[in-house]
């Protein structure tokens, strides 16, 4: 049998499961041949390699479609590819076994190897599929259990599909908003449409209007302080709120602040029962541990990665499934009593109850809801070394699988009307039932806690123990963050709520916001994601281009998501039609970029502008030509148009990190100009 695998490590896991010997780069007894790819050994043609006249980039050659997508070997890995080709020549009688990685991307890998070394025996070859770790007994029981390759088409079909919209909208549309801005500007089907949506909601931002407003807060005494709100009758939308130009009784509040106890004239109690989370896929795994942790995407994917590929103590991380299939139970109670005697491990295993594990707990096993493979969950205990990061995913994962198998919590929402001087005040809070699985007491509202209202008694009097006015303003919603554009990735919704197709896939998401950070079209502030000059300046392109501002409309990026599903040659035909209609539609006057002046010149008092590599003086072309100009990385250190700005305006910028040209390590300066000179002074001299 010849078995093809995405990895290195992986066919190294197969030779060791199978016993075969290691030969030069390539696995090989009398019975099995093993080959490992790195990825990708091949690459989509670039306009160029159709047509060395593409090489030059020009409006009249728009749109560059191709009628057969190829591919060209990667140079680095030609060796490699050889290596395989020569194992499929050689063993081309042979049954076959794709070992890529379970995924729509693994697919697309092995259907670009076997169409380059001219595989055709596509009836008799079988997929390997499992979520395990690739130990010998999941290795042995997945090549039984193989089914035929055949029944993955749907994922090659897809995924070449997706692969061919994202060449034609990046290479055409790229060429289109440089050439007609004048600067560099990648675009990206799923990438500029998230970019959009993070444009939008910090114009929205931007553009908010905060209403200042205030409100009375009375804190009263019972077995702990709980706080109760005055009632403003005139404002329905925020009962608690009251206009800051309003003078509210100021003779009254005086008469509240002199209260000495407060009636409690009326409890409502609402029982509320709140099952357990449910296992992480990628994405949530991603959020929880940004949120948490403050670790990227795409950080966290490679944590689970490795525990997955080289300790085997973590499933498959690029799943998109939340639940356990129907027939996992078996492995649910293996994993449970591996771990459950573990000691490293007893404070997340109090509370759990082993007859959870069962085929009627549908929040735990569920077939109808399972994509692909099965939720993320621990295989074992970790009993090698890893770093902090690898074990703090580590035990994200194996603390929401040992949540799931505990009681649920269970709570009352209560809300009180209290009397203070005369005057309505209500206030909401909770009263714990049953702890159960949560140990953070109100999993409904993170950020803002509910309040303790157990033992509160109807017509009871409470002494008052203060009563302030809180001077408050509106709020514009939050900037995104990683965790929210994750979520916004997995779940977005249009304009009346409903729940839309989602953009990428959990193992795309993660890269799709790092190329955004790569690129320098948005910048971290602690966890807030922040659009940046470039990236404002690409967006402000597309939305002058009517074609291609409906394009990156979250609605409009899900309904081609959706017709990648329903439609592959629809979805291919559709791209193709759109990119006509938005280089033919085009008005090439709208995009003339105006230059912005960033400050006045040290040397000429000349304007200084950006440019593609620098910062440069307007004079730079007169008679007496001015040389001033602020490169765009200084000891690897990146200058935005904000620096310059506080440069010019002779201030010194923020510390960065830059790194010596003379000896390659690392330091901190901000940088200042001083006459014409760029200087720097370094951190904490």
């Known amino acids: 049998m010849l078995i093809l695998t995405e990895k290195p490590s992986v066919a190294k896991a197969f030779a060791e499961a199978l016993g075969v010997t290691r030969k030069d780069n390539y696995w090989e007894n009398g019975e099995y041949c093993i080959v490992n790819a790195l990825g990708h050994l091949l690459e989509d043609y670039l306009p160029e390699d159709y047509d060395p006249a593409l090489k030059k980039w020009t409006l009249d050659t728009l749109p560059i479609i191709p009628d057969k997508v190829k ?35 693994g697919e697309v890998i092995g259907a670009e190897i076997l169409d380059y070394v001219g595989f055709t025996n596509y009836s008799s070859a079988r997929r390997f599929w499992v979520s395990e770790a690739l130990t010998p007994d999941v290795i042995t029981s997945g090549i039984k259990n193989a089914k035929p390759l055949l029944d993955y088409s749907s994922y090659k079909d897809q995924g070449f599909a997706r692969q061919l919209a994202d060449w034609l909208v990046g290479m055409n549309l790229t060429r289109l908003v440089t050439l007609k801005s004048g600067k560099l500007l990648h675009f990206g089907r799923v990438q500029t449409a998230l970019l959009g949506a993070i444009y939008e909601r910090e114009k929205s931002i931007f553009n908010f209007v905060p209403e200042p407003f205030f409100e009375v807060k009375a804190q009263l005494q019972g077995k702990q302080p709980f706080t109760v709100k005055l009632i403003n009758p005139g404002n329905e939308e925020y009962p608690t709120r009251f206009s800051k130009d309003l003078n509210l009784f100021l003779s009254d509040i005086e008469k509240i602040k002199n209260a000495k106890s407060g009636r409690i004239t009326k409890i409502n109690k609402e029982k509320k029962t709140v099952q357990p989370p449910q296992l992480f896929n990628l994405t949530a795994l991603q959020k929880e541990a ?76 569920n077939s109808a809801e399972l994509q692909d493979h099965h939720a993320l969950i621990p295989l074992a205990p970790l009993s090698e070394a890893v770093s902090v990061g690898e074990n703090t995913v580590y035990f994200l994962v194996l603390e929401r699988f040992f949540a799931l198998l505990k009681p649920p919590y269970i709570y009352n929402s209560v809300s009180i009307d209290a009397d203070v001087s005369g005057y309505l005040f209500k206030g909401t809070g909770i009263e714990i039932l049953q702890t159960g699985w949560n140990t953070s007491r109100d999993p409904d509202n993170d950020e803002d806690p509910q309040e303790d209202f157990s033992g509160l008694s109807e017509s009871a009097d409470y002494p008052v123990l203060s009563i302030n006015k809180e001077e408050k303003k509106t709020q514009p919603k939050k900037h995104f963050s990683f965790a929210s554009l994750l979520q916004l990735m997995e779940n977005p919704r249009n304009e009346e709520g409903k729940r839309l197709s989602g953009l990428g896939t959990p193992a795309t998401r993660g890269a799709i916001l790092q190329k955004l950070v790569d690129r ?40 081609w998501e959706e017709q990648l599903h329903e439609n592959i040659n629809g979805f291919t035909s559709g791209i193709k039609d759109f ?41 730079y072309k007169a008679v007496e030509t001015c040389n001033f100009a602020i490169w765009k990385e200084i000891c690897k250190a990146p200058v935005s148009a904000s620096d310059v700005q506080t440069m010019l305006a002779g201030k010194k910028t923020k510390i960065k990190k830059c790194v010596s040209a003379k000896t390659g390590k690392e330091f901190k300066a901000a940088f200042y100009l001083s006459t014409d000179k760029i200087l720097m002074e370094f951190e904490n001299k």
Do not use: W
Not at 534 to 540: A, M, N, P, S, V
Not at 589 to 608: A, H, M
């Open 579 to 619: 990119i006509s209609r938005a280089v033919r539609d085009t008005d090439m006057d709208v995009y003339q970029r105006e230059k912005k002046s960033l400050g006045k010149c040290p040397l000429c008092s000349g304007d200084i502008y950006e440019g593609s590599k620098n910062y440069y003086c307007c004079n």
């Open 520 to 559: 320098k079209y948005i910048s971290l502030n602690k966890k807030n994601v922040l659009i940046t000059d470039d990236g404002k300046f690409l967006i402000e392109n597309v939305l002058k281009n009517d074609n291609l501002a409906a394009f990156i409309s979250l609605p409009e990026t899900t309904r």
């Open 290 to 365: 940004h949120i948490k942790y403050g670790y990227s995407p795409e950080e966290t994917l490679n944590y689970a990665q490795t525990l997955y590929e080289k300790y085997k103590v973590l499933s498959y991380p690029r799943t998109p499934s939340r639940v356990m299939g129907d027939e996992n139970v078996a492995l649910v109670k293996s994993i449970y009593d591996k771990l459950a005697h573990n000691a490293n491990i007893a404070e997340y295993i109090v509370g759990a109850d082993p007859s959870f594990i069962n085929s009627g707990n549908k929040r735990l096993f």
């Open 71 to 105: 591919f060209k070997i990667i140079i680095k890995t030609k060796l490699q590819l050889q290596i395989i080709k020569e194992c499929f020549a050689k063993h081309k009688n042979d049954p076959f076994l794709l070992a890529t990685d379970a995924e729509r991307e």
